[in-house]
T-cell receptor, first 115, second 119 residues
Framework: AQSVAQPEDQVNVAEGNPLTVKCTYSVSGNPYLFWYVQYPNRGLQFLLKYITGDNLVKGSYGFEAEFNKSQTSFHLKKPSALVSDSALYFCAVRHNAGNNRKLIWGLGTSLAVNP | EAQVTQNPRYLITVTGKKLTVTCSQNMNHEYMSWYRQDPGLGLRQIYYSMNVEVTDKGDVPEGYKVSRKEKRNFPLILESPSPNQTSLYFC??????????????????FGNGTRLTVT
C-alpha cells in the first residue's frame, strides 16, 4: 500500500541549531515528493518539491530537502532554525495512478524551536 | 492577491441542520479539493474536482456533498451534520494535476480553514 511516514510526532531544536524533519515513503513507480508547512490558525503552505534531477532541493524560508531513493526518504532540513519556524510540517507524495493524482499525506511533525 | 478563501472560519451548529462551507479561488485553477484534518489522522481528502461539473469522491466522502458549477467556487455541503463531522476543514486548489501519463506537479494552495463543531 502507498504510504508516507513521519516517524516523529514532535521535534525540538534550539534556535540557531540545524533541524531535520524526517519523512519516508512507500509508493510504486517514481514518487513526486512535497513538503508543506502549517502555521497556527492557517492553511498549509507549499515549501518545496522533488520531481526529478538533483537530490537536494531548495525551497522557501531557507528550507531544503534531500531525496534518497535507496532509503526512500525525503527529509526536510534547515541549517539554522528560527523561532518563527515553529509549526506543523507535512510530507506528501503523489504517485502516477488514476485521475485523482491525489497526494498521500504523512501525519505531520510538530516542530518547536526554542529561543 | 492569489488566494483560496473559505467561509466561515468558525462554525458551531447542531446535529441535522444543513450547512454549506464556501470556497473560492482567484487563480483560475482547474483542480479543487476538500480535506478534513483531525488529530492523529492527518489530512484526509473528502471530495475533489478536476474541472467544472467534474467531481469525485475522495477517501472520506460519506455525509458530504460538493458542486462545481463555476471554476472558482467549490462549496462543501453537509446535508445533515453529525458530531463525527466536527473537524477542521480545508479547501485547496491547483493547476490541473495531470491526466494519463503526465503529472502536473503544481503545488496545492490552501484556504485558512473552517473549524466546524457539531453538537
Amino acid at each position: 500500500a502507498q504510504s508516507v511516514a513521519q516517524p516523529e510526532d514532535q521535534v525540538n531544536v534550539a534556535e540557531g541549531n540545524p533541524l531535520t524533519v524526517k519523512c519516508t515513503y512507500s509508493v510504486s513507480g517514481n514518487p513526486y515528493l512535497f513538503w508543506y508547512v502549517q502555521y497556527p490558525n492557517r492553511g498549509l503552505q507549499f515549501l518545496l518539491k522533488y520531481i526529478t534531477g538533483d537530490n537536494l532541493v531548495k525551497g522557501s524560508y531557507g528550507f531544503e530537502a534531500e531525496f534518497n531513493k535507496s532509503q526512500t526518504s525525503f527529509h526536510l532540513k534547515k541549517p539554522s532554525a528560527l523561532v518563527s519556524d515553529s509549526a506543523l510540517y507535512f510530507c506528501a507524495v503523489r504517485h502516477n495512478a488514476g485521475n485523482n493524482r491525489k497526494l498521500i499525506w504523512g501525519l505531520g511533525t510538530s516542530l518547536a524551536v526554542n529561543p | 492577491e492569489a488566494q483560496v478563501t473559505q467561509n466561515p472560519r468558525y462554525l458551531i451548529t447542531v446535529t441535522g441542520k444543513k450547512l454549506t462551507v464556501t470556497c473560492s479561488q482567484n487563480m483560475n485553477h482547474e483542480y479543487m479539493s476538500w480535506y478534513r484534518q483531525d488529530p492523529g489522522l492527518g489530512l484526509r481528502q473528502i471530495y475533489y474536482s478536476m474541472n467544472v461539473e467534474v467531481t469525485d469522491k475522495g477517501d472520506v466522502p460519506e455525509g458530504y456533498k460538493v458542486s462545481r458549477k463555476e471554476k472558482r467556487n467549490f462549496p462543501l455541503i453537509l446535508e445533515s451534520p453529525s458530531p463525527n463531522q466536527t473537524s477542521l476543514y480545508f479547501c485547496a486548489s491547483s493547476l490541473r494535476p495531470g491526466t494519463g501519463a503526465r503529472i502536473d506537479n503544481s503545488p496545492l494552495h490552501f484556504g485558512n480553514g473552517t473549524r466546524l463543531t457539531v453538537t
